[in-house]
């Protein structure tokens, strides 16, 4: 299948060590890339054997477990409770340490709406809009996230087979359409609290993401 955009290339990797406030440790291998489509800065994390220095010559045939990861600066840096994204990163990051794979690490916070109107949509949400009814309220789509550049870093890192790491269906098709092969979705943990309860039954809704959760949506006693 003929790619709809141009290529991308790595433009350079480092190694990083990572440590979790639980006590998780590994470590990543960080790639940039030149030639990203949308111009912004997003990276890749080489997790478990991806954490080497990469291999001269053609990859194995065999599908890489990879995550795509919208950025969360309020989730994933400060622990937020509104949403599962920082529980999310986390639990991806072990996975791949432990199977091999990437975290492409994607700059579209607030699905694709920035950081400030994710907080004027909080805002609506405080006033009983649910999060993809606020996005469209300040004019945005639902959900504006466009994975063309995930595509694109794959490419570049010579991986066309994924093992999808996701509850989002909307993932797989777009990078189907993009020309990556998906063999499969493998479901992600369902980080529910108290806090993000009405957020995630919402994404089952709305987005249709194949969350397992309980009859009434609620967590049970800890």
């Known amino acids: 299948m003929l790619q709809p955009f141009p290529a991308a290339s790595v433009r350079n990797h480092v190694t990083v060590p990572l440590a979790f406030p639980d006590g998780f440790e590994t470590t990543a291998r960080l790639f940039t890339f030149d030639g990203l489509a949308d111009g912004l800065e997003h990276v890749a994390l080489g997790l478990g054997s991806r954490a080497a220095p990469p291999a001269l ?12 990861h919208s950025e969360c600066l309020t989730g994933d840096v400060f622990g937020s409770q509104r949403c599962d994204c920082g529980a999310q990163l986390r639990e991806a990051v072990q996975v791949l340490a432990n199977s091999g794979g990437y975290l492409l690490y994607l700059r579209q916070e607030g699905r694709g709406i920035g950081l400030y109107a994710k907080l004027e949509a909080y805002l609506l949400q405080d006033a009983g809009l649910d999060t993809y009814q606020a996005n469209v309220a300040l004019g945005f789509e639902e959900d504006e996230r466009d994975y063309t550049v995930a ?54 809704v709305r ?13 049970g006693p800890a």
Do not use: C, F, W
Request: proline share 13%; aromatic share 2%; net charge positive.
């Open 57 to 68: 010559g053609p990859e194995p045939a065999a599908p890489l477990p990879v995550r795509l």
């Open 151 to 204: 595509a694109q870093m794959l490419h570049a890192l010579a991986v066309p087979r994924v093992e999808l790491l996701s509850n989002n269906p909307d993932k797989a098709a777009q990078l189907r359409g993009l020309g990556i092969d998906v063999v499969r979705r493998v479901p992600t943990g369902v980080h529910l609290s108290a806090a993000n309860a009405h957020y995630l039954a919402t994404k089952v």
């Open 207 to 219: 987005g249709a993401h194949t969350l397992d959760l309980p009859p009434d949506g609620h967590p």
